[in-house]
């Protein structure tokens, strides 16, 4: 089993910055992939960014340029930083491990941007 908890949501003005972190626990492979995806009102889940254990790293264009994922595998955590936000960047972000074909989930954190 996998529990994934995060951390760093909250209130930001359009403009602003915010952190997120995620860390995972259980059993846990060293093959995996973790990321970030966000849900907004009445819209799909969608994928935010996501790097895996190996080093490949993608991001969604809506926000590339804007984000950074790290992770610290020694910690099982991965990081999103989040820079010149905007009210359209307000979801609730969502954890993710994926190793060995299966999903995990956080419970998710709201971000919301101000305008």
């Known amino acids: 089993q996998v529990q994934l908890v995060e951390s760093g949501g909250g209130l930001v003005q359009a403009g602003g910055s915010l952190r997120l972190s995620c860390a995972a626990s259980?059993?846990?492979?060293?093959?995996?992939?973790m990321g970030w995806y966000r849900q907004a009102p009445g819209k799909q889940r969608e994928l935010v960014a996501a790097?895996?254990?190996?080093?490949?790293?993608v991001y969604a264009d809506s926000m590339k340029g804007r984000i950074t994922i790290s992770r610290d595998n020694a910690k099982n955590t991965v990081y999103l930083q989040m820079n010149s936000l905007k009210p359209e960047d307000t979801a609730v972000y969502y954890c993710?491990?994926?190793?060995?074909?299966?999903?995990?989930w956080g419970q998710g954190t709201q971000v919301t941007v101000s305008s």
């Open positions: 993710n491990l994926r190793q060995r074909e299966y999903d995990y």
């Open positions: 259980g059993n846990i492979f060293s093959i995996n992939t």
């Open positions: 790097t895996a254990s190996i080093g490949r790293t």
